[in-house]
C-alpha cells in the first residue's frame, strides 16, 4: 500500500532555533518528492520538489534531503521564524500524488 | 494572474441539503484536482478533470459525489444529501499540465454540516 508518514505529528520550537522534520515513504514506483508548508486556513504552497537522483534541495531557511534508497526524506529549518508556524506536508507523486497527513510546527517567541 | 479561487471559503449545510463547491484553476490551466482534508487528516484525492472530461475519479465516493469541469466556467464538486462525515476542507488545484506535475492549490473550502 502506497503511504507517506510523517513526524513528529506536531512540534514546538523557539524562534531562531532549527528543527528537523522526517518523510518516510513506501511508494512505487516513486517519481518525486515535494514538501509543501500550508498555513491555517489556506491551501498547500510548495517549497521544493526533489526527484530520484537528487539528495539535497534548498529554498531559503529550507533544505530538503532525499535518500531514495531508506526511502526517507526530511526538511530542515534554519533560523526559524514566527511566519515558519504552519502545517508541513511532505508529497511524494507516484502516478498520483500521496500526501503525508503533515506536521504542525509551532514557533514561539 | 490570479491564483486558483474557490468559493465559498465557508459553507455550512445542514443533513439532507446540497453543497456545490466552486473552483477556478489559474489562468491558463486546464487541469483541475480535487481534495478532501479531514479534521486531523492529511489532503486525499478525489478527482482529476480536465475541461469536459474526467480522467481520473479514483478517489471519489461512488455516491453522493459528483464532479464536472466545463468547457465554460468553473469547476464544481457537488455533494448531494450531506451528512456529517462530509465536513471537511475541500482543496482544488489546477496545473497547466497532465500529469500534476506542478499544482498550484487554492485556499479550500471549509464545509460543516451541521
Known amino acids: 500500500k502506497n503511504q507517506v508518514e510523517q513526524s513528529p505529528q506536531s512540534l514546538i520550537i523557539l524562534e531562531g532555533k532549527n528543527c528537523t522534520l522526517q518523510?518516510?515513504?513506501?511508494?512505487?514506483?516513486?517519481?518525486?518528492l515535494r514538501w509543501y508548508k500550508q498555513d491555517t486556513g489556506r491551501g498547500p504552497v510548495s517549497l521544493t520538489i526533489?526527484?530520484?537522483?537528487?539528495n539535497t534541495k534548498s529554498n531559503g531557511r529550507y533544505t530538503a534531503t532525499l535518500d531514495a534508497d531508506t526511502k526517507q526524506s526530511s526538511l530542515h529549518i534554519t533560523a526559524s521564524q514566527l511566519s515558519d508556524s504552519a502545517s508541513y506536508i511532505c508529497?511524494?507523486?507516484?502516478?498520483?500524488?500521496?500526501f503525508g497527513q503533515g506536521t504542525t510546527l509551532q514557533v514561539k517567541p | 494572474n490570479a491564483g486558483v479561487m474557490q468559493n465559498p471559503r465557508h459553507l455550512v449545510r445542514r443533513r439532507g441539503q446540497e453543497a456545490r463547491l466552486r473552483c477556478s484553476p489559474m489562468k491558463g490551466h486546464s487541469h483541475v484536482y480535487w481534495y478532501r482534508q479531514l479534521p486531523e487528516e492529511g489532503l486525499k484525492f478525489m478527482v482529476y478533470?480536465?475541461?469536459?472530461?474526467?480522467?481520473?475519479e479514483s478517489g471519489m465516493p461512488k455516491e453522493r459525489f459528483s464532479a464536472e469541469f466545463p468547457k465554460e466556467g468553473p469547476s464544481i464538486l457537488r455533494i448531494q444529501q450531506v451528512v456529517r462525515g462530509d465536513s471537511a476542507a475541500y482543496f482544488c488545484?489546477?496545473?497547466?499540465?497532465?500529469?500534476?506535475?506542478?499544482?498550484?492549490f487554492g485556499p479550500g473550502t471549509r464545509l460543516l454540516v451541521l
Open positions: 508529497v511524494v507523486k507516484a502516478g498520483k500524488l500521496i
Open positions: 488545484a489546477s496545473s497547466p499540465v497532465a500529469g500534476g506535475e506542478t499544482q498550484y
Open positions: 526533489m526527484t530520484f537522483s537528487e
Open positions: 518523510c518516510n515513504y513506501t511508494v512505487s514506483p516513486f517519481s518525486n
Open positions: 478533470l480536465q475541461k469536459e472530461n474526467i480522467i481520473d
